[in-house]
């Protein structure tokens, strides 16, 4: 990748408008023009260079505005979803008499590989070796696909402006999808190799490298809907999964149910798991600037809460009396 260039900034354009009077055409499309300082003038009308978008339609200035809450946990949600296809594998492909140890490493590798992948990630991008990341302004579904409105001139000629307008929304979740699959070899390698002494087969991690690019092709296809609906998706899964997974327990009254849950390490994982991305979910359609936004995670338990409470009022027997 190309570091991104500094040129022109925005107070560049205004002070070269206020010394000339002069002010560039717009340009059609996301096309934008650059500043040539051998020349000096500007280019022609082009794609803008890759971490930078055309501003007001007339030249290509570099993103530097810092992303919002809502695009930070849309990177998020990019990370966690790979996160639970490999944890997902890992529970297809265990053998039966596997040990709780072996598989809660496998688990922690899992989390380890992304966790890692996620903050060599954001480290490669500007201002890199930073936490901090930098983006574009967005303006709708538009920005995401560019390649889709190349504007067209005299019916005949097209002009390619296709770049990432959304920087670097599009990008850094390949980027991370790409180290991911370099990590999760070399880390599960040597944890079977370690700790499981070559007894353990390796379909969870081919399965996991095959998953990756589907996932890649789905983002590449789809990541402006994803981006729109991710919180919703969550929503409805992590609703869904609270359901499923109380209703199996069959008929209990609330202490019997209570103490099922909450004495089970697995069944304690599976509760805070749809708690989290509840949380997540509903953190992301209130995410603001403002902490106070953080009093909307006390919402996470609620579906838990209102089933275990409500379970003596669902099942088919009571609706059936009630009705008769």
């Not at 696909?145 to 390949?174: D, H, Q, R, W």
């Not at 990756?212 to 809907?225: F, R, V």
Request: contains cysteine; hydrophobic residues 45%.
């Amino acid at each position: 990748m190309r570091s991104i260039d500094m040129r022109p900034a925005p107070s560049f354009y205004d002070s070269f408008t206020a010394q000339t009077g002069q002010t560039l055409p717009q340009c059609p499309g996301f096309c934008g023009r650059r500043y040539r300082n051998a020349t000096p003038s500007w280019t022609e009308c082009h794609a803008c260079e890759w971490g930078s978008r055309a501003r007001d339609g007339s030249y290509c200035d570099p993103c530097r505005s810092p992303l919002h809450g809502y695009d930070w946990m849309f990177l998020g949600f990019c990370a966690i979803v790979p996160l639970l296809i490999n944890l997902s594998y890992v529970r297809v492909h265990s053998p039966k008499r596997i040990s709780r140890t072996h598989q809660f490493l496998e688990y922690l590798s899992c989390g380890f590989e992304c966790i890692l992948a996620a903050i060599i990630s954001i480290l490669l991008y500007e201002p890199k070796w930073s936490f901090k990341l930098y983006g574009c302004q967005k303006a709708g579904y538009k920005d995401w696909y560019p390649a889709l409105y190349n504007p067209v001139i005299g019916f005949a000629k097209t002009m390619k402006c296709s770049y990432e307008v959304v920087y670097p929304l599009f990008s850094l979740p390949l980027v991370y999808l790409a180290i991911l699959s370099l990590i999760i070899p070399i880390c599960r390698g040597l944890l079977y190799v370690v700790a499981f002494k070559r007894k353990r087969d390796a379909m969870a991690v081919y399965s996991a490298i095959l998953g990756l690019p589907q996932w890649a092709i789905l983002h590449i296809l789809g990541a402006g809907i994803i981006f729109t609906s991710f919180p919703f998706l969550l929503l409805l899964s992590s609703l869904t999964s609270n359901a499923m997974h109380l209703s199996m327990q069959g008929r209990l009254t609330i202490r019997q149910i209570l103490k099922l849950l909450f004495t089970s390490p697995i069944h304690i994982t599976i509760l805070l798991c749809n708690t989290a991305f509840f949380g997540f979910a509903v953190l992301s359609l209130t995410s603001t600037e403002d902490l106070r936004s953080l009093y909307w995670l006390l919402l996470s338990p609620l579906p838990m809460i209102f089933y275990i409470l409500t379970i003596g009022l669902s099942h088919p027997s009571v609706l059936t009396e009630t009705a008769a």
